[in-house]
T-cell receptor, first 113, second 114 residues
Framework: SAVISQKPSRDICQRGTSLTIQCQVD?????MFWYRQQPGQSLTLIATANQGSEATYESGFVIDKFPISRPNLTFSTLTVSNMSPEDSSIYLC??????????FGDGTRLSIL | AQSVTQLDSHVSVSEGTPVLLRCNYS??????LFWYVQHPNKGLQLLLK??????LVKGINGFEAEFKKSETSFHLTKPSAHMSDAAEYFC????????????FGTGTRLLVSP
């Protein structure tokens, strides 16, 4: 399975600032996914990123708050904009092929003060 | 619409005893079903998957799960718990075709005592 690296692994940020999370895969993949895991909660899909097209956002998530880039088949970024304490979560990226299960990175643990 | 219900938020077992983590699903389509494990400060690791082949699925680390369509269940079992099994376990459902959009259960925390 693909090896997925996320950076940073954790961060503490001030409210009102923005943070960009990077996701690097060791092989070319068509689809990359971004999830949020709020404290003590399950995972919720933020958006699906396909190389060469705009990301597709799930209900409750908007591009202005969570802009995503997907410049090539091995890399994607998620930006958490204008952060508030409610954005304190684990953010995870995953990759999956057609008819294949998704594999996850170790996540970015984000705390907002 | 698809959904997953994990019936227990916490399960406590003693080392060496069997593990049972319960999961029921709802799906309008022939589903794919997965179990993922999350150890503290780690991402999610795939334990096993069901994709309409054999109903008894064997995974890593001695875990297995049985797909029961009549009961809409996909319970995870292990004959003998190890201390290293202590973690959060997620039951996940998706459509059985294409690029699979995952729907997660709320998770079950497995506690293993010596």
């Amino acid at each position: 399975s693909a090896v997925i690296s996320q950076k940073p692994s954790r961060d503490i940020c001030q409210r009102g600032t923005s943070l960009t999370i990077q996701c690097q895969v060791d092989s070319q993949v068509t689809m990359m996914f971004w999830y949020r895991q709020q404290p003590g909660q399950s995972l919720t899909l933020i958006a699906t990123a396909n190389q060469g097209s705009e990301a597709t956002y799930e209900s409750g998530f908007v591009i202005d708050k969570f802009p995503i880039s997907r410049p090539n088949l091995t890399f994607s970024t998620l930006t958490v904009s204008n952060m508030s304490p409610e954005d304190s979560s684990i953010y995870l990226c995953s990759v999956g092929g057609e008819n294949q299960p998704q594999h996850f990175g170790d996540g970015t643990r984000l705390s907002i003060l | 619409a698809q959904s997953v219900t994990q019936l227990d938020s916490h399960v406590s077992v003693s080392e060496g005893t069997p593990v049972l983590l319960r999961c029921n699903y709802s799906s309008s389509y022939s589903p794919s079903l997965f179990w993922y494990v999350q150890h503290p400060n780690k991402g999610l690791q795939l334990l096993l998957k069901y994709t309409s082949a054999a109903t008894l699925v064997k995974g890593i680390n001695g875990f297995e799960a049985e797909f029961k369509k009549s009961e809409t269940s996909f319970h995870l079992t292990k004959p003998s718990a190890h201390m290293s099994d202590a973690a959060e376990y997620f039951c996940v459902v998706s459509e059985n075709t294409g690029f699979q959009k995952l729907v997660f259960g709320t998770g079950t925390r497995l506690l293993v005592s010596p």
